[in-house]
């Protein structure tokens, strides 16, 4: 079992920054794959950023060049930085992740909101 903690949302204006960290806590050596998702009202949610094992970052196209992922292993936290915050990043943001044998882990997810 793996359990995820999010914190780190809020309101921002539009251009502003918002880091969101993702804390992970019981089987911690069964994950391979760490991801930030979003989902916004009315749409499916979306793969925003993934880190890997092997330090390998994914970003999806929507948010390239602005955010950031990161991984402190001490800590056993995933951070997503956000930076340049438009209006259409405004969603729920959810920690995932993915063990070798391929289950997928939720946390409860938290909430930004962008004001143009």
């Known amino acids: 079992q793996v359990q995820l903690v999010e914190s780190g949302g809020g309101l921002v204006q539009a251009g502003g920054s918002l880091r969101l960290s993702c804390a992970a806590s019981?089987?911690?050596?069964?994950?391979?794959?760490m991801n930030w998702y979003r989902q916004a009202p009315g749409k499916q949610r979306e793969l925003v950023a993934n880190?890997?094992?092997?330090?390998?970052?994914y970003y999806g196209d929507s948010v390239k060049d602005r955010f950031t992922i990161s991984r402190d292993n001490a800590k056993n936290t995933v951070y997503l930085q956000m930076n340049s915050l438009k209006s259409e990043d405004t969603a729920v943001y959810y920690c995932?992740?993915?063990?070798?044998?391929?289950?997928?882990?939720w946390g409860q997810g938290t909430q930004v909101t962008v004001s143009s």
């Open positions: 995932n992740a993915r063990t070798e044998c391929g289950t997928d882990y």
């Open positions: 019981g089987s911690i050596s069964s994950i391979r794959l």
């Open positions: 880190y890997t094992n092997s330090n390998m970052a």
